[in-house]
């Protein structure tokens, strides 16, 4: 096995992602590497390229502004903005606040959750849909209201689930 070179962690990102969205996040190092306190603006340009933060993104962001990857890994842990999995293509987001939950959003998440076989967190096996709670999204006149990609859907009942989920299959 002598004179196989192991992959950089470059090449590895360059095959896991693409060239492209590598070369983009590259330059978006660049243009903050010698700005300080710049770790998090550095950290949001790899979640909107990549979509969320692997461990191969965070060990490349740690080399490359030298820092500790127990810092950027407390970081991506600590912030709701970061996600360390891949989010599916339609993200649910089922309010959870007081106006929500008194008015039966419990249900619905558990509805949820039953037809699409997911927990809370959790993206499905094909990729679609992923499932997160929410303390509010500003709607309360529309309670129980739950919004997939930006679309808002309110004075919801656990039987308008399967007709709204069925718009986005």
Known sequence: MQGMKEASLEEKL???????????????IENYRE??????????????????????????ISQEMK?????????????SRFTLKPSGKYKINLCMGTACYVRGAAM???????????????????GKFSLEPTRCLGACALAPVMMINGEVFGRLTPNDVDEILKKFE
């Open 108 to 126: 619905l998440l558990e509805k949820i959750k039953e037809k699409l076989g997911i927990e809370v967190g959790e993206t499905t096996e094909d």
């Open 67 to 79: 820092v500790p990857l127990t810092e950027i890994f407390g970081i991506s842990t600590f912030y």
């Open 14 to 28: 360059v095959e896991k992602f693409g060239k492209d969205k590598v070369e983009k996040f590259k330059k978006s």
């Open 35 to 60: 700005i300080p306190g710049s770790l998090i603006a550095v950290m949001n340009d790899a979640q909107e390229i990549f979509g969320y933060l692997p461990i191969e993104v965070q060990l490349f």
